[in-house]
């Protein structure tokens, strides 16, 4: 399966988002991903319907990137994408929210959908973020997959666990 991170970023956060998802992926198997910045030079930047699912990320500045948008609306309907965003409040939640119907309306496959809120007066993300976006790469190919997860399997170590 062959998997696109493909991001925007002014500040670093989302690049930093991104990088998490890499290692969740990576976490659930050995595969291979590409990892690539959204250039506002619509030409250089790569094919989306060359993978089979692509992660795409981008921060909100009162609506989400206008270049992760036009990205995620080149995939062909039916191929298979999954969100994250990161912005300081519910109008960021609500502008990841409005995109997604936008996919869906396209027929393309929005697997699902991760805002993660982070004040801009601090730095870095908290590890409990960090942990949950690495949880959506590692949870979204482990579901594709169908391969269980490292959490899958600690919860299958506990007696009568259903
Ligand atoms: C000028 C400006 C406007 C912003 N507007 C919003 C907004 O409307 N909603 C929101 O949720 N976050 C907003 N943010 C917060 C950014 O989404 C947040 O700083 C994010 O971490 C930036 O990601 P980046 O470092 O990848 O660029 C704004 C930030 C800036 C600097």
Do not use: H, W
Not at 30 to 55: A, H, W
Not at 83 to 104: N, P, Q, R, T
Request: net charge positive.
């Amino acid at each position: 399966m062959k998997i696109l991170i493909a991001y925007y970023s002014n500040f670093g956060n989302t690049f930093e988002l991104a990088s998490a998802v890499k290692r969740g992926i990576l976490a659930a198997g050995d595969f291979e991903v590409t990892i690539s910045k959204i250039s506002p030079k619509k030409e250089n930047n790569l094919d989306p319907n060359q993978f089979d699912l692509v992660f795409l990320g981008g921060p909100v500045v009162f609506e989400l990137n206008s270049q992760v948008r036009d990205f995620g609306l080149r995939l062909s309907p039916g191929k298979k994408v999954a969100v994250f965003s990161v912005g300081l409040s519910k109008v960021g939640f609500e502008s990841l929210k409005k995109f997604e119907s936008a996919l869906v309306s396209k027929g393309i496959n929005c697997i699902e959908t991760i805002f993660i809120k982070k004040n801009v007066f601090q730095k870095g993300f908290s590890e409990i973020s960090i942990s949950r976006i690495e949880g959506f790469g590692e949870k979204i190919v482990s579901r594709l997959m169908n391969i269980s997860t490292k959490r899958d399997k600690e919860k299958s170590k506990i007696k009568g666990y259903k």
